[in-house]
């Protein structure tokens, strides 16, 4: 439902694709798990706390887990991260 696509998952992280178009913007929120993530094409603009970086194609973020976070999509994205733990696993997407 977040624009994310589960491509594998193991005991202690999981891997997924992220489609979102352009002009997506996420409210401040916390997750239970650590962010990895590259950007395949598009741009996105990631606010963890008070700081914000923005990511085109071929560059990385980390978002630590619990850190609050935002995402804002520039251009149409597509996206690998992994998580730890496992983001699709106990319901830690909600």
């Known amino acids: ?53 923005t990511c085109g194609s071929g560059d990385s973020y980390l978002v630590p887990d619990g850190a609050e976070r935002k995402y804002t999509i520039l251009d149409d994205l597509v996206a690998v991260e992994a998580t730890s733990p496992p983001a699709g696993e106990k319901n830690r997407d909600a």
């Open 1 to 53: 439902p977040q624009g994310q696509k589960y491509l594998v998952t193991g005991k202690s992280l999981s891997m997924r694709l992220w489609e979102e178009a352009s002009g997506t913007e996420g409210e401040m929120h916390t997750r239970p798990y650590e962010t990895v993530g590259y950007v395949v094409s598009g741009r996105v603009k990631v606010q963890v706390g008070g700081d914000t970086i």
